[in-house]
């Protein structure tokens, strides 16, 4: 039985979609304003004024941002045309950070402006609080952060005067972001996390949500503190899963792409990371880059060079901007000059922000020290170092060690052991699987060249069996080549594939090899996919065949 709210909704299409929208019933809330008001209906203007801000609204969630820059264009139009100022200021607002998303800058800043000249005289407004956050943000993006920080803290009071819990969580999340950079991320972080108690307790709009907990994982994971990333990831994912229709999942989900890549769950990172692409394809082209971005890690990890080079490819189509992972791709193809320019111009392109560059030192020691530039290779060294002291940061300075041992190990200096071994232990501690392994396997270059060559046995041999069962094939091909060892196995199989193949002729499971081995049944499924592709065939029958024929098993 209809009670007399529920005839009122129908009657009234924008009161139901207002009310679809408080409910996140995103599709309703588009139905609901997609029709244009009677030409003869009383206040025409004003309600298709509201109804085309609404349908913005609605479709932005579901992902139409082409629809909802349409409606929130014109809905700015009429505000103007009535003399609305502040729901003009807010559509401009809106249509900044619209046209951002779609890499528009020069549009994106010329809403901005139009969005100050509106609020201007409306400084106790939430209109006008939404507007500062993103001349905050645009601060911070070119690094003035003297500037941002000062007026972060101005929008944190705003909103608490005005009682926005809004406001005030994403002012908080600004002023933690821009602390971060400037230095102090620990009460930057701790920013972060007052922001956050917003969020789960549930004070929060959609949007204001997706917002604080994308940016506390960016936060995260420019800090290498990955095991707050990976807890505040779960979180985020369980948000997702509730609003499956909107923009932030596929934000939130590259986060957790990178999070799971660093845990080493390659597959499931992988999967993450391509949802993401999809759908962020025509939302916002900057984090699809960093989805790409993500695959081509995980490609290049697991020996796929030219899927790596496909998906760094076009995350730099995308973005505009040169990947560090295709100069990593270069120096495993033996284009040492090719890998060394690719990093060289991402270097150049970051240079107030240390955190940025932070990510870029690695790979930049690795490519000198092949390159012979080990002075260069000592500087980039010096420069990471200082800034995981500066910031504190566990991952970075678990990086700063690999870095310094790579370095010895070139130098010959017989430091390069231990300094390993603490890079490799370090690695473990922080659950970073694929990190710990490359550390330990150039501990055993360090220690064969100082002339221990049972602890290089071990560490080669322990640095295998973490490869293996993380299915890094890029890296298992290069310690073959290091340790000489000449396995004689056919097809290019390596010992792991022998094993696994000898186990298939022996008629086991899956799920039996992976108990016998110790391993995920997924690494198993991942080693037999190798196999069949190694030796070219397509059934655990004629695989067995294979292993009779070439003497694998008796």
């Not at 507007?131 to 705003?158: F, M, P, S, T, Y």
């Not at 799971?260 to 082209?285: I, P, Y």
């Not at 200096?413 to 699987?433: K, N």
């Not at 360090?446 to 299915?471: I, N, P, T, Y």
Request: aromatic share 6%; hydrophobic share 45%; glycine share 8%.
């Amino acid at each position: 039985m209809a009670t007399p709210r529920d005839d009122a909704i129908a009657d009234d299409p924008l009161d139901a979609a207002r009310t679809s929208l408080a409910r996140c019933d995103w599709q309703a809330a588009y139905d609901a304003s997609s029709r244009p008001f009677a030409t003869d209906t009383v206040g025409v203007d004003s309600l298709e004024s509201d109804r085309l801000d609404v349908l913005a609204e609605a479709a932005w969630w579901l992902g139409r941002l082409d629809e909802c820059i349409t409606a929130r264009e014109s809905a700015y139009a009429r505000y103007e045309e009535l003399g609305e100022l502040r729901r003009a200021g807010q559509c401009a607002v809106w249509l900044y950070e619209h046209h951002g998303f779609k890499a528009r800058p020069a549009i994106a800043g010329a809403w901005l402006r139009r969005a100050r000249r509106a609020l201007g005289e409306h400084q106790e407004s939430l209109e006008y609080g939404s507007l500062v956050l993103r001349e905050v943000e645009a601060a911070h993006g070119r690094g003035d952060l003297i500037g941002g920080l000062e007026r972060a803290r101005q929008v944190v009071e705003l909103g608490r005067r005005l009682r926005s819990a809004d406001i005030e969580a994403e002012a908080l999340q600004a002023l933690g972001r821009v602390l971060i950079d400037a230095g102090e991320p620990a009460e930057g972080l701790a920013t972060l996390d007052e922001a956050m108690l917003f969020a789960v307790e549930g004070r929060l709009r959609p949007y204001s949500t997706g917002k604080v907990y994308c940016s506390l994982i960016s936060a995260c994971e420019s800090l290498g503190d990955l095991r707050r990333a990976a807890e505040w990831g779960e979180a985020t994912d369980r948000w997702a899963r509730q609003h499956p229709m909107a923009v932030f999942p596929g934000l939130c989900r590259v986060h957790l792409a990178s999070s799971l890549r660093s845990r080493g769950e390659w597959d499931e990172a992988e999967k993450q990371a391509r949802r993401a692409c999809s759908e962020l394809a025509t939302l916002n082209v900057m984090n699809a880059a960093a989805g790409h971005a993500e695959i081509g890690e995980i490609r290049r990890r697991i020996g796929d060079l030219a899927g790596a080079e496909a998906a760094f490819a076009e995350a730099e189509d995308m973005s505009g901007q040169p990947q560090p992972g295709m100069a990593l791709v270069r120096l495993a193809q033996g284009k040492v000059d090719a890998a060394l320019a690719i990093i060289t111009r991402a270097l150049d392109d970051v240079t107030w922000d240390r955190l940025g560059r932070a990510r870029l030192l690695p790979a930049q020691v690795q490519i000198t020290i092949a390159s012979g530039a080990l002075p260069v290779a000592s500087a980039a060294l010096a420069e990471l170092r200082s800034i995981a002291e500066d910031f504190s940061s566990p991952s970075l300075m678990a990086a700063a060690l690999t870095a310094q041992g790579r370095l010895e190990l070139a130098s010959d200096d017989g430091s390069a052991c231990a300094t390993l071994r603490s890079a490799s232990e370090r690695w473990q501690e922080l659950g970073v699987p694929h990190e710990a392994a490359t550390a330990r396997m150039l501990q055993g270059s360090a220690c064969r060249k100082a002339g221990d060559l049972d602890g290089a046995s071990a560490s080669f041999e322990a640095a295998r069996a973490r490869f293996e069962q993380l299915g890094a094939e890029l890296d298992l091909r290069h310690l073959r080549d290091i340790t000489g060892r000449a396995p004689g196995l056919p097809g290019g199989l390596t010992e792991r594939e022998a094993e696994v193949l000898r186990l298939v002729a022996e008629g086991l499971t899956n799920k039996q090899m992976a108990l016998r081995l110790h391993l995920s049944e997924k690494t198993v499924s991942r080693h037999l996919s190798n196999i069949f592709t190694k030796i070219d065939v397509a059934s655990r029958s004629a695989a067995t065949a294979y292993a009779f024929e070439h003497r694998l098993v008796t």
